[in-house]
Every structure is written in structure tokens, then in C-alpha cells.
């Protein structure tokens, strides 16, 4: 014989009632709505919904909170291994939840590690050291670049307008990275990307970083004929980068993220500050080796 | 005389009940909690609450869905200029809005035009169109990094070595700017802080600045004088350049977020990409200068 839970004022809501039976097994649930439209003689076995949606206590919070967002619940019941009623989880503690996990999402795509205190809260100390470990190692991953630079040395002193592209190149690559990766992050975090979605992911971003590229490319080249008449090679050449380099940013900003994802790691990882270090060397590789064929350095 | 809103089995929520009276205008709210949970003689008139938390037609819909999250609201009564009950909003809707308005942060955050639509949904060109402007705006920017590069063109072919810090220094300059401001406008987007906190978030950033530039910078120093043995001048100006930049970094991206919300503009524009672009020229300038002044160049 199912026994109803008992509700009261002092309940956070009483909106969704669970049906348990003696030793705590939760049976079903019966709305108050339910309920209130049912007629005075039926009774609550045949009015509950035997499938319940539920979580059990060892599930990840942002689970719950997904799953009352995606299927418009008012509350979660929890339950424990024997599917005994342990707790409920209302509505307004998931968009706490959600919003939690957003903060963290962006804390990590920026290159920092999360924490749970509101920023004015967050002492000058524990920011710096949330905020060290990834500048470090991010600084360290720039000496790659560093060292293309060095490997280039005699062509940048030998012709040392080159030098002049290096900021607009690495840095529009970073930016091309940057918002592949960052749609693709929010796609995966509100599942509308999956890992399945390898290839129309990358067939996408090959297709916008053509277009994309195509446009700053030729931008470029005309403004580089202008400034130095008949430099059509100089042109090219910043050019031919400039698409090269849009061209491998958003290819990698778009699919490192999955990537991630299929292997297990928190795919906010791959957000601006590695992909633009990474896109960074190659795009002075990208550069300098075009420079070098076409200026003959 | 006030009059109760009907309710039934199609409504989508019937656990707030708005009181309205004959011309429509909204009255008090009573839940179907305190109806349950009232005496059977008691009339609506008492049991309900008068002071109804509402939002107007004209408001933003993010408006009404942090009201719903901030007060715990299963629903929100909307209501049109004369205060008639034209609509209701539900918490489920809530949800969709404040992800919704997360994606649109998250995207100008990223440099791109806001998209309703999913990734996989919208068509190359599409994406395309919402990326290339703000593309185009900043690689036209970083010409100024590029210019100043120029200027200095002389110091950095007498000593090539210099354009391998470059780099690492405007890369970490971006990465510690980003950080600040992602947090900061978080910050702003919950409403934890507001323009009032200006001082306190830039004494905040300078501190955080000194800790990690100080780290930073004195790695730099001891890594240059190990690589290049006796080099202290060289390993005083990258240790040095890199501190002030981490310290200028910071400092613009924790209040150009604030800054942008006092003059109403949306402080997501003042994300990574932007900081970047700032931060690079800001970085060059610094470095050059003290690579002049140190080096006698």
C-alpha cells in the first residue's frame, strides 16, 4: 500500500508530491495540479506517474539541473542505490546551479582556475594563484614561437617591414581560433554539438574560414600595393599568410574543443588563450616559410 | 468585487493564481500553496499577497528571467501600461532566456555577431557574415602594433634577439588581460558588481598584476641569464617589460568592462579579443621603451 509524502508550510514546494512505499521506495509522483483536476474518490495510486524522472544522490548537480531545465520540471526527486527518497531538488536551486557552472565554463576558457566566490569576495592572493599556473604555462608554450622568430632572424633583418605584419597576423589568427572554438564550446555545453559532429563542424569552419580569409586577404594585399607600390610579392605574401593562417585557426579552434570532448577533458580548456598560442607559432611558420619562398630571403 | 483568474488542465501553470479585478488590472497573487493550506471559510481577497512582483510588456525578457531566478518565482505576472494581466511568464521559460542571453555573451565575447540559432543550424555564410566584421575591425587595429614595430624597426635589427621576447610578452599581456576582464564582466552580467565597484575592482587587478607579474617576470630574468650568461641588461628588460605589461594588462581588463557599462555599452565587447588588441600596442610600446633605455640602442 503506497503511503503519500507528507507536505506541509515548512516545504520548500509542495507542487510535486512522490509516492513512496513503507521502506522509502519511491513508487511514483502525483502533482498538486493532478491532484486539485482529479475527482474526490480517485485515488493516488492510479493517479501517479509511475515513470519517474529522477537522479540518484551520487550524480553530478549540473546533470540534475539539465535535466529539470531540458524537461520543464518544478523538482528532481533524489534517491539513494535502492532508489529510496532521500531528497528534492527544486527548479530554482538548478538555475543556481546552471549559472555556477556557466562562471566556471568561462573561468576556464579564460585561462583561470574556477572558484566558487563571487569576485569582490575572492581575496588578491587566491585570484593570483587561480590565475599563475595557466599564464605560466601558456608563457612557457609562447617560447615555441619565440624560438620560429629566432630560427627566422636573418630574413626579419634582412627585410624588416616583415616584422611589421607579425602582431596583425598572429593576432587575427587568434581571433579566427577564438570565436570557432568559443561557438563550438557553448555548442558542446548545451549539448547542441556532439562528438559526432567532427566533420560537419570542420567542413563548417573551412568553409567560414574561406570566405573569412578570402576578405582580410584581399583587404591586405591591396592595402600592401597602395603603401608600397608595386610590392606585388611583399603582397602576396602577407596575403597568402593572412588566408593560410585563417584558414588553420578556425580548422583547429573548431575542432580541438571536440577533440577534448572525445578524449575526456573539460573542452572550455580549448578556449582563446591555448588556441591562440598554438595558432600564434603556427601562423609565424605559416608567414616566414611564404616570406622565405616568395621574397627568396 | 475582485474576481479569480480561471484556471484549468490547459493552462501551463495554474500554482500561481493572479487576482484581477473587472477591468483586468492586477490585484494580488495568491500561490495554491496558501489555498491548500487556508482555512475552507477564508476568502481570496485575504489570503492573497498584494505587493505582486511584475514586469511591464516593454521590458527586456532577461529582465524578467533574473527576476524570476532572484525571488525564487515559479511565474511572473505580466502586465500592460494601465497594470491589466496580459500574460504570464514561467520559470522554465527563465531558463531558455538565461541561456540564451549566456550563448549572446559569450559570442561577443568572442568577437562575433549573436546568432539565435544553433551552430550546426546556421549556414557558412551566416556565420561567416556575423565574424568578418569584427574580424576585420581588429585586424585593422593591431596595424598600430605593426606601426610601432615599424618605429622601432632600427633597435630590432642591431638586436635581433629582441624580436624573440615579443611574442611571449604580448601573448602573456592578452592572456592576463583576458582573465581580468572575463571575470569582471561575469561579475557585471550576475549583477556582483556594478559601477560602483570601479576602485575596488582596479585596486583589486593591481594587486593580483603585481603577484603574478612579479612571478613572471623574475622566471624570465632567471631563464635569460641562464640562456644568454651574463646578460643582465637583456634579462632586466623582458623581466621588466613583462611585469609592467601584466600590470597594464590587468588593470585595462578589470575596469574597461565597468567602464563600457557606464556609458551603456555592453561590457561583453571588452573580452579577449579587444584586450588583446589594446594590450599588444600597450605591451610593444613598454618593452621597446625599456629595451631603448636599457640596451642604448
Request: hydrophobic share 50%; charged share 20%.
Amino acid at each position: 500500500m503506497p503511503t503519500f509524502v507528507p507536505n506541509g508550510e515548512d516545504r520548500e514546494t509542495i507542487y510535486s508530491c512522490y509516492v513512496i512505499d513503507k521502506s522509502h521506495k519511491l513508487l511514483g509522483v502525483v502533482s498538486v495540479k493532478d491532484l486539485l483536476l482529479a475527482k474526490d474518490d480517485a485515488i493516488v495510486g492510479d493517479l501517479m506517474d509511475t515513470s519517474v524522472i529522477s537522479v540518484t544522490t551520487v550524480e553530478d548537480q549540473e546533470e540534475a539541473a539539465r535535466l529539470l531545465a531540458k524537461y520543464d520540471l518544478l523538482a528532481l526527486p533524489v534517491v539513494d542505490k535502492e532508489n529510496r527518497l532521500v531528497g528534492i531538488i527544486t527548479i530554482d536551486d538548478a538555475i543556481d546551479v546552471l549559472n555556477q557552472e556557466t562562471t566556471e565554463d568561462m573561468q576556464i576558457m579564460a585561462a583561470t582556475k574556477p572558484s566558487e566566490e563571487p569576485y569582490l569576495k575572492t581575496s588578491v592572493m587566491e585570484l593570483a594563484k587561480n590565475r599563475i599556473v595557466w599564464l605560466m604555462v601558456l608563457m612557457i608554450s609562447d617560447m615555441v614561437s619565440g624560438g620560429i622568430l629566432g630560427t627566422f632572424e636573418d630574413a626579419l633583418t634582412a627585410l624588416p617591414v616583415l616584422i611589421t605584419f607579425i602582431p596583425m597576423l598572429t593576432d587575427t589568427g587568434g581571433n579566427a581560433g577564438s570565436q570557432s572554438s568559443t561557438l563550438v564550446i557553448r555548442g558542446l555545453a548545451l549539448k547542441e554539438i556532439s562528438i559526432k559532429d567532427f566533420f560537419p563542424v570542420l567542413s563548417k569552419e573551412i568553409g567560414v574560414a574561406m570566405l573569412c580569409g578570402f576578405v582580410l586577404s584581399l583587404f591586405n594585399f591591396i592595402r600592401i600595393v597602395i603603401v608600397y607600390p608595386g610590392n606585388y610579392l611583399l603582397a602576396a605574401t602577407v596575403g597568402g599568410a593572412m588566408f593560410c593562417t585563417v584558414l588553420m585557426a578556425k580548422s583547429i579552434g573548431g575542432v580541438l574543443p571536440i577533440i577534448a570532448t572525445r578524449f575526456n577533458m573539460d573542452p572550455a580548456l580549448m578556449a582563446s588563450p591555448l588556441i591562440t598560442t598554438i595558432v600564434d607559432a603556427g601562423s609565424l611558420l605559416i608567414y616566414l616559410n611564404i616570406a622565405k619562398m616568395c621574397l627568396t630571403l
